[in-house]
């Protein structure tokens, strides 16, 4: 299996790039004073922000590959994987990196927040793109937040003061994202949002276990649509069928759910297959190998 690094708390990647501790549930690392660094392929179990002038060659982000620009924005959050294989090669990076512990945000206004930023999404695969003025706006944030953690101690004063850091940083990042998203034909994109999100919310709810794999019939309906005319409409709008869409879905998490170490039968049940043989002919039929033929090519 390829060598991953389980980012399952803020300070394992900091460690990991040599950057000093600041706070258990927060780390803020100036790449600019840690370079250079090793590339490296994360499950994150964090919420994170990578604001750099120009990223790694060759980043996935879950199992697709992310079309990154110079001076731009990539954003993970726990679950997914990403990042790049450590091939040796010493890499120069200038910028930010800022991950956070979902502790931090819980039972805060900001956590139920979190589902309306989508950059966030495996969906969405580019990096967000930033002007001069929003680098350097992001760039003094920044270095005004590690300050905050540098001269103060942990107590709930500071993490309210981080909070409201935080809240303006990610405002800020969805304007940033909206501003990118309305330059997408809108049609499309509305109906791929819609639908993309509903399968987020059915995977993120655990309906799967309840009801079992998604359907075209089920997300038509909470569309407010008949089968017939969303499958047509998503047809028109994107040249695929629904339930493509949905099968394409499904097995990326499966890709992913793999990757971390999940065997055919976990990943089938977390899936909502009634059955490990069902999942392994979809993802055949998707990727055109076997999920153990899959499995075997990352060793």
Same mark, same amino acid.
């Given at each position: 299996?390829? %060598?991953?690094?389980?980012?399952?708390? !803020?300070?394992?990647?900091?460690?990991?790039?040599?950057?000093?501790?600041?706070?258990?549930?927060?780390?803020?690392?100036?790449?600019?004073?840690?370079?250079?660094?090793?590339?490296?392929?994360?499950?994150?179990?964090?919420? /994170?922000?990578?604001?750099?002038?120009?990223?790694?060659?060759?980043?996935?982000?879950?199992?697709?590959?992310?079309?990154?620009?110079?001076?731009?924005?990539?954003?993970?959050? !726990?679950?997914?994987? /990403? /990042?790049?294989?450590?091939?040796?090669?010493?890499? +120069?990076?200038?910028?930010?990196?800022?991950?956070?512990?979902?502790? @931090?945000?819980?039972?805060?206004?900001?956590?139920?927040?979190?589902?309306?930023?989508?950059?966030?999404?495996?969906?969405?695969?580019?990096?967000?793109?930033?002007?001069?003025?929003?680098?350097?706006?992001?760039?003094?944030?920044?270095?005004?937040?590690?300050?905050?953690?540098?001269?103060?101690?942990?107590?709930?004063?500071?993490?309210?003061?981080?909070?409201?850091?935080?809240?303006?940083?990610?405002?800020?990042?969805?304007?940033?994202? @909206?501003?990118? #998203?309305?330059?997408?034909?809108?049609?499309?994109?509305?109906?791929?949002?819609? #639908?993309?999100? @509903?399968?987020?919310?059915?995977?993120?709810?655990?309906?799967?276990?309840? @009801?079992?794999? !998604?359907?075209?019939?089920?997300?038509?309906?909470? +569309?407010?649509? &008949? =089968?017939?005319? #969303?499958?047509?409409?998503?047809?028109?709008?994107?040249?695929?069928?629904?339930?493509?869409?949905?099968?394409?879905?499904?097995?990326?998490?499966?890709? &992913?759910?793999? +990757?971390?170490?999940?065997?055919?039968?976990?990943?089938?049940?977390?899936?909502?297959?009634?059955? =490990?043989?069902?999942?392994?002919?979809?993802?055949?039929?998707?990727?055109?190998?076997?999920?153990?033929? #899959?499995?075997? %090519?990352?060793?």
């Amino acid at each position: 299996m390829k %060598k991953i690094l389980n980012v399952d708390t !803020p300070n394992v990647f900091a460690r990991h790039v040599g950057a000093p501790e600041l706070h258990p549930l927060l780390s803020i690392i100036h790449y600019d004073e840690v370079s250079p660094v090793h590339n490296s392929l994360n499950n994150y179990g964090v919420y /994170g922000l990578f604001i750099q002038r120009e990223f790694p060659s060759n980043l996935s982000y879950g199992t697709r590959p992310l079309q990154v620009s110079d001076a731009s924005i990539i954003a993970v959050a !726990p679950g997914q994987l /990403g /990042g790049g294989e450590d091939e040796g090669e010493e890499l +120069m990076i200038s910028g930010w990196a800022i991950l956070w512990s979902p502790e @931090l945000i819980h039972n805060t206004d900001l956590e139920p927040r979190m589902r309306d930023y989508h950059f966030f999404s495996y969906f969405y695969t580019e990096s967000l793109r930033t002007e001069q003025s929003e680098w350097l706006f992001i760039d003094q944030l920044l270095s005004q937040m590690r300050q905050e953690v540098q001269s103060n101690d942990d107590t709930h004063v500071l993490r309210n003061v981080l909070l409201a850091y935080l809240r303006l940083l990610l405002e800020y990042c969805y304007r940033i994202y @909206l501003r990118q #998203f309305s330059e997408e034909n809108k049609d499309t994109a509305d109906i791929l949002k819609r #639908f993309h999100a @509903l399968l987020e919310k059915y995977y993120f709810e655990g309906r799967q276990h309840r @009801l079992g794999l !998604p359907t075209v019939a089920y997300c038509a309906s909470e +569309m407010a649509y &008949s =089968p017939h005319y #969303f499958g047509d409409l998503f047809r028109k709008n994107t040249g695929t069928t629904a339930i493509n869409y949905i099968h394409t879905y499904v097995v990326n998490i499966g890709k &992913s759910l793999l +990757m971390q170490g999940h065997n055919i039968n976990e990943t089938s049940r977390l899936l909502g297959f009634d059955y =490990p043989h069902h999942f392994t002919r979809l993802f055949k039929n998707t990727v055109g190998i076997t999920p153990s033929q #899959f499995i075997g %090519k990352q060793a």
